[in-house]
């Protein structure tokens, strides 16, 4: 990303002069409050939406010059609420690759924490999930999400919040796991658990739309920056932004 500004209404910036490089393979975590940015910045990688001003380069090319459905293979932006069909497992997850061998389902089902869960249906992976994945809680919808997106196997992947119903030690497991099996691949992840994200090449602490800080975790907590404070006392997120009178009579 280069200076890259943006506003999804006139007048209120959202992100400002934003200078971001990423190298291919580089796992990178976007940390910060709520409304810092992060969700904005997958969404400019992904072309969900156009820069204002600045560029956002993949190998060199301007994302505006790239065809979208060629865009939409290689970079895979998974957000919160997952996208289920009522179909089977199966059927849903070979939408990330159709000619997907039973190998590589296998795969992707472990790699997103997901075999145990399989292991227990009585049609396993033949199993209907039911209209939007009902039949599935939330942390399994996000799995079988995941699973799919692995077997899509594209050049970028964007996590925005995508694990966010996994207990924290499957969260940390499913990480470790997709960074084990993309060594090649760029990742970005956000979660609000950012303890699951000490392990990444790179942190990136976002503040009202401005890179504030950047390093690994250790770089970062001797900082004593934004980040270190998170780090320390995750529920004063956004106090730590209020102006102080505000925030000291909380
Ligand atoms: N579609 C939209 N239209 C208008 N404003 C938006 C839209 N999406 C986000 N915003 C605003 O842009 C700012 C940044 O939002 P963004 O979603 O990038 O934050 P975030 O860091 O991902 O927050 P969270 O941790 O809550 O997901 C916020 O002030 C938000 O209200
Ligand atoms: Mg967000």
Same mark, same amino acid.
């Given at each position: ?19 971001? =490089? ?8 976007? #940390? ?5 940015? =992060? ?22 090319? %301007? #994302?505006? /010059? ?6 939409? @293979? =290689? ?12 179909? @089977?497992?199966?059927?849903?997850? $070979? ?5 997907? &061998?039973? @190998? ?22 033949? &199993? ?17 999400? !995941?699973?799919?997106? #692995?077997?899509? /196997?594209?050049?970028?992947?964007? !996590? %925005?919040?995508? &694990? ?13 796991? $997709? ?6 691949? @760029? ?9 699951? !994200? =000490? ?26 920056? !934004? ?18 009178? #505000?925030?000291?009579?909380?």
């Amino acid at each position: 990303m280069d200076s890259v500004s943006f506003a999804y209404r006139d007048g209120e910036s959202v992100l400002d002069g934003i200078h971001l =490089k990423l190298e291919p393979g580089e796992k990178i975590a976007l #940390v910060g409050m709520s409304g810092s940015g =992060k969700s904005t910045i997958a969404k400019l990688i992904a072309r969900l939406y156009d820069v204002n001003r600045g560029a956002v380069y993949i190998d060199g090319i %301007d #994302v505006q /010059n790239v065809k979208l459905g060629s865009l939409r @293979t =290689k970079v895979c932006y998974l957000l919160q609420d997952a996208v289920i069909f009522n179909r @089977t497992m199966k059927e849903n997850l $070979l939408l990330g690759n159709p000619s997907a &061998t039973t @190998t590589e389902l296998q795969r992707a089902v472990e790699i997103a924490d997901l075999q145990e869960f399989v292991r227990r249906l009585p049609q396993g992976l033949e &199993t209907p999930v039911g209209p939007r994945g009902n039949a599935l809680s939330g942390g399994e919808r996000q799995r079988l999400a !995941l699973a799919r997106a #692995v077997l899509q /196997n594209p050049s970028i992947l964007l !996590l %925005d919040e995508s &694990t966010s119903a996994l207990d924290a030690p499957s969260e940390q497991r499913v990480f470790m796991n $997709l960074a084990q099996h993309f060594p090649r691949q @760029t990742i970005v992840f956000v979660s609000h658990r950012i303890s699951a !994200l =000490k392990w990444v090449d790179r942190i990136i602490v976002l503040n009202r739309g401005v890179i504030e800080e950047q390093g690994t975790h250790d770089q970062l907590i001797r900082n004593g920056g !934004l980040y270190a404070h998170l780090h320390t006392a995750p529920s004063a997120l956004s106090a730590a932004q209020l102006p102080s009178q #505000v925030s000291g009579n909380n």
